[in-house]
């Protein structure tokens, strides 16, 4: 029953194209000119006003706006970019095909939500409010966090808490721990039981520099332990493998312990609303991985590895060896 759980709950993730989904075929942007000035957008025309409300369709294509007075016009356009909507298929792997999907939508572009258009020149500005700061009853020195999809990784899932601490008006420091649950992907053979088991500990130092903390842009450095313990079944060839010959081979189920010691790069960016935090991320590192078996492999033996990249098989791949690191994900976090 919990493999049929599992399959479901992958399948819902894979064809889940967030664009598609969650956003609106139409997007909203501000204008605002330096002078009174009317606006064509779409065959539209505004009214005149130096601020301005339009609702605009999403494409890939430039947004034309044309802003005129009874002496001047002048047409910009707006380049669109991709929705930070679409970006979300990318957290999971298993998103990946919705981002496939998304890629036939137009409701995976979007425009700058604020501009500015001078009368006198033909070029627009993207008009960056500045972040407004936060009431001080909701600034906490303490955030406890969750990372939600960590429960349906592909390599290591995981629960995950994370406990951030303020060391100073734009410093603060992260700790993190998570308890390793079975990969849901991967289907063992019913008579292979994985018996997962390990954990992970982490520490990242942060530095907020748009803001100060909790709001804001940041970097970080995150360095991260983890060690697992697990069972699977592996095939061994002797010689070359070789799938229209009949190579001489031998299955063997194995407890396989591996531990790696992680650095990532980080930025991110941290929403807060009230005592309430969204925590989003991405970074790139270098990653030490051992991995070792509990039973010799024969002599004149070796694992075959598949032709095209395969994660899970590199991530099980016996040897003291490093690979590169990349990490994507959000938490959702609660202040006091």
Known sequence: MIRYYYYTFSVVLLFSSCATLFNQ?????????????????????????DKHILFVDRAKAPLMITAFTDSVSHTVAVESTLSPTYLLNLVYFAGFPGAVIDLWSPKRRTYPKRLYIDMHDDTYRIDRRPM?????????????KLTPFKIAGWITPSAEISYERQLGKLFSVQAQAGYLLRNPLVWYADYVKPETRGFSLGLEPRFYFRSPYPQGVYA??????????????????????????????????????RQTYTCNAKIGYQYVHKRF????????????????????????????????????????????????????????????
Do not use: C, W
């Open 132 to 144: 407004k700061p936060l009431d001080v009853q909701y600034i906490k020195p303490n955030i406890v």
């Open 220 to 257: 970080g450095l995150d360095i991260n332990y983890l060690t697992k313990e697990f069972n699977e079944e592996k095939t061994f060839y002797s010689g070359l493998y070789d799938e229209g010959v009949d190579t001489e081979h031998y299955t063997d189920t194995l407890k396989i312990a």
């Open 277 to 336: 935090i969204l925590d989003s991320f991405i970074g790139l590192g270098i990653k030490y991985r051992d991995v070792e078996y509990n039973k010799p492999i024969r002599e004149n033996f070796r694992l075959h590895g598949p032709r095209h990249p395969n994660i899970p098989f590199s991530e099980s791949r016996s040897g003291k060896y490093y690979v590169a690191s990349f990490v994507m994900n959000i938490k959702l976090g609660y202040s006091f």
């Open 25 to 49: 075929r139409e997007t909203l942007v501000y204008v605002r000119t330096n002078e009174q000035s009317r606006l064509v957008v779409e065959n539209d025309t505004t009214l005149l006003a």
